[in-house]
T-cell receptor
């Protein structure tokens, strides 16, 4: 069964450093998403991406965050200057159409120290 | 603001029991309600519901949606220890949304042998 692949599975970074989280969506999917889940809290929407541009973003997705699809297969989330409160599990997801039960990746656990 | 509330927050049962998990929502432009199972990392898709009163079934799991009363239930019959997980309810609200999901806080199900 096709999978959404995320790397790395765990990243530890110092506060103020830039991090890039990588995702390879399912190949024929057109809609891409990032979510995050702070330990013990709800899964929260960050951003959706379609046709090479951001289609929607949440209040969490401020100027410190950016997304890119650099080469037609990878989908990346960059956090420019990490804060302690960015520590969370970050999930990438993709879907063939926006109102379909889309597939999540296994997540990257980001720990900011 | 879109809102999804799940109950109970946690549930402990013995193998063979039947459980009912609840999800209520208040959203604008409802499109679909989705159930996910989250074990260690990635939420895995269970059901997507769009129409009231039509039961979706997969093995021992079933789910139904009531769009008039704005809730859904997920039933698991003859529970097994492998059903132990967090069960997430999420709603896809339309308008200009490109498939953004709003999640509930989840129900932690523990099945003892």
């Amino acid at each position: 069964e096709p999978e959404v692949t995320q790397t790395p599975s765990h990243q530890v970074t110092q506060m103020g450093q830039e991090v890039i989280l990588r995702c390879v969506p399912i190949s024929n999917h057109l809609y891409f998403y990032w979510y995050r889940q702070i330990l013990g809290q709800k899964v929260e929407f960050l951003v959706s991406f379609y046709n090479n541009e951001i289609s929607e973003k949440s209040e969490i997705f401020d100027d410190q965050f950016s997304v890119e699809r650099p080469d037609g297969s990878n989908f990346t989330l960059k956090i420019r200057s990490t804060k302690l409160e960015d520590s969370a599990m970050y999930f990438c997801a993709s879907a063939p159409v926006p109102n379909y039960g889309y597939t999540f990746g296994s997540g990257t656990r980001l720990t900011v120290v | 603001e879109d809102k999804v509330v799940q109950s109970p927050l946690s549930l402990v049962v013995h193998e063979g029991d039947t459980v009912t998990l609840n999800c209520s929502y208040e959203v604008t432009n409802f499109r679909s309600l989705l159930w996910y199972k989250q074990e260690k990392k990635a939420p895995t898709f269970l059901f997507m519901l769009t129409s009231s009163g039509i039961e979706k079934k997969s093995g021992r799991l079933s789910s139904i949606l009531d769009k008039k009363e704005l809730f859904s239930i997920l039933n698991i019959t003859a529970t097994q220890t492998g059903d132990s997980a967090v069960y997430l309810c999420a709603v896809n609200a339309g308008g200009t949304s490109y498939g953004k999901l709003t999640f509930g806080q989840g129900t932690i199900l523990t099945v003892h042998p």
